[in-house]
């Protein structure tokens, strides 16, 4: 079975750039979180999906992050403008929740993109 | 409100002496924890986790964990610590009840001495 997949692995772009990440979960895996993972520090959940819903984005930055889930697959998380806080590792994760709002089941991380800012 | 908190951010031991890595959490509902590994280069990776039935959780790669409720604790341990064992060790909180909002530790460096 493939695990989730991520990509770019590393971007580097200058700062005020757009940048987009992609993640493609696990197969029949309805749950999908973005995090943000800086330097030194444990990831930080970002966005979480049920399906095509986005049922907690209190933690995205709206005013330049945003991100999808069409048709409840996979995803694109992008930033525009970039800054220069925004170089930090993006990791996405997948899950197969049982319950509606749970987070009891095993999340699969996938390897993560590293952005660095200029 | 939820939290975590690894109480060390670096644990150094010796090849074949064992692993503390210590979480305290705090949860307005009966929480879910977990603990991940994350190998350098590479991704995050379950160990274990604890939802609601045995407080004594046993891992992969022999790590085990305690639920204690009355102390608010889920720290993490293996008898005899393996080279293979070094990375960094991420505790989880996951609260029950309603929506469940995840939370992660800063993590804590394992550093196994030969």
């Known amino acids: 079975e493939a695990g989730v997949v991520q990509s770019p692995r590393y971007k580097i772009i200058e700062k005020k750039q757009p940048v987009a990440f992609w993640c493609n979960p696990i197969s029949g895996h309805n749950t999908l979180y973005w995090y943000r993972q800086n330097l030194g520090q444990g990831p930080e959940l970002l966005i979480r999906y049920e399906n095509e819903e986005a049922v907690d984005d209190s933690q995205l930055p709206k005013d330049r992050f945003s991100a999808e889930r069409l048709k409840g697959v996979d995803s694109t998380l992008k930033i525009q403008p970039a800054e220069l806080g925004d170089s930090a590792v993006y990791l996405c994760?997948?899950?197969?929740?049982?319950?509606?709002?749970?987070?009891?089941?095993?999340?699969?991380f996938g390897p993560g993109t590293r952005l660095t800012v200029l | 409100a939820q939290s975590v908190t690894q109480l060390d951010s670096h644990v150094s031991v010796s090849e074949g002496t064992p692993v503390l890595l210590r979480c305290n959490y705090s949860s307005s509902y009966s929480p879910s924890l977990f603990w991940y590994v994350q190998h350098p280069n590479k991704g995050l990776q379950l160990l274990l986790k604890y939802t609601s039935a045995a407080t004594l959780v046993k891992g992969i790669n022999g790590f085990e964990a305690e639920f204690k409720k009355s102390e608010t604790s889920f720290h993490l341990t293996k008898p005899s610590a393996h080279m293979s064992d070094a990375a960094e060790y991420f505790c989880v909180v996951s609260g029950s009840g309603g929506y469940q909002k995840v939370t992660f530790g800063i993590g804590t460096k394992l550093q196994v001495i030969p």
């Open positions: 994760a997948s899950s197969l929740e049982r319950q509606f709002f749970a987070s009891t089941d095993t999340q699969y």
